[in-house]
């Protein structure tokens, strides 16, 4: 890597909001690095298979169960698909509608959701599994264009797998129920459609490109969202105090602070996503789980409580999702923030 981007890479990171326990995969640590697509699949498999396990062993579930599949990842796409991986790994039935879904951009886990709701509600007496995720190892960027460098500095390792349920024996163990899910692109419009842009440089280098317009395209998408989704929640005037907790995608600092604006917020209902965009850095459509994650092991998700999960994504798009806590959630220690919820909120340093 050129001077040039190193010194690009060192400048973002300085001030990116991101703490030195976020992670890579091993091949991005190599010198020189190498792209290959068993990287790629290692990395998959790790992050799937341990989010998956955790999961089973914590509710008990038989994979065998499990009626509905489905798993996201923007850019990594393999044949067999990522479905197909964890069908195989747990050895789920020949007859699970698994589905995979590809190029929807960090807000592909409502999506996800979304679709598992629509298909429980056709497959009643159902379980769906939802394994979110997105692989760094063949999408790091070697060239030196400043927009495609910036992918470099903000997407770090990270997954998540939920269950849906529409049997009826799962009501009384359920967390949370789903109230609402909204969701909008503005791909028609030019400057939305290219604000986050997979393509390749003058050298022929393969990259995803973001905009310097993206907090204004993030602001003027969200503000078509809330248009859809307040009249579910509340009057205009009350809609923000319609949620106790927000989970607003950890894409990036300046993401984040200009929602807090836009929205009005606390400090208090950023401080999940402000904390994991330190801890964790942007784990793109997992992001709004360990941020979730986060409330419910700082002991703060109470029964009646409702929670606005907001995602964004390339297209230009965002899904919001909102949910009802069904009975006070204690704190979970087999979570990923099981050995450092302790030590958060922290400071973090305000760097120009």
């Given amino acids: 890597m050129e001077q040039e981007a190193v010194d690009f890479h060192s400048k973002i990171n300085a001030k990116s909001g991101f703490s030195d326990e976020t992670s890579i995969p091993p091949s991005l640590a190599q010198i020189p690095k190498v792209k290959a697509i068993t990287y790629a699949l290692e990395e998959a498999e790790l992050i799937m298979y341990s989010a998956v396990d955790d999961l089973l062993q914590k509710t008990k579930i038989n994979p065998k169960t499990i009626d509905i599949l489905i798993t996201n990842s923007s850019i990594f796409c393999p044949t067999p698909s990522l479905s197909s991986m964890v069908v195989n790994k747990f050895k789920m039935r020949s007859n ?10 960090c807000s592909a886990g409502i999506i996800a959701v979304n679709l598992a709701k629509d298909l429980l509600r056709v497959h009643r007496n159902s379980l769906a599994l939802i394994v979110s995720t997105e692989t760094l190892s063949l999408n790091w960027y070697t060239g030196k264009v400043p927009s495609m460098l910036l992918t470099n500095c903000l997407f770090r390792m990270g997954g998540s797998a939920i269950l849906m349920s529409s049997r009826v024996q799962d009501k009384h ?125 700082k002991g703060r998700m109470k029964c009646g409580d409702r929670v606005w999960q907001i995602a964004f994504g390339s297209g230009f798009k965002c899904n919001s999702a909102v949910w009802k806590c069904l009975g006070d959630v204690k704190p979970d220690i087999y979570t990923a923030w099981r050995d450092t919820i302790h030590s958060y909120p922290v400071d973090i340093l305000e760097t120009n």
């Fill in 173 to 297: 163990k359920a967390k949370y129920e789903l109230k609402h899910i909204v969701r909008t692109i503005n791909a028609y419009d030019d400057k939305s459609y290219a604000c986050v842009y997979q393509d390749v440089d003058s050298e022929n280098k393969e990259g995803v490109s973001i905009s310097k317009n993206i907090v204004n395209v993030c602001g003027d998408v969200l503000k078509k969202n809330i248009v859809s989704l307040g009249p579910l929640v509340l009057p205009w005037r009350e809609q923000f105090l319609a949620f106790e907790h927000f989970c607003i995608h950890s894409g990036g600092r300046a993401v984040i602070q200009a929602i807090e604006k836009n929205l009005m917020l606390r400090k208090q209902d950023i401080e999940p996503s402000q904390m994991t965009l330190y801890r964790f850095g942007n784990t793109s459509s997992s992001s709004i789980w360990y941020e979730l994650c986060y409330i419910e092991a």
């Fill in 96 to 105: 699970i509608m698994n589905f995979h879904l590809s190029g929807m951009g």
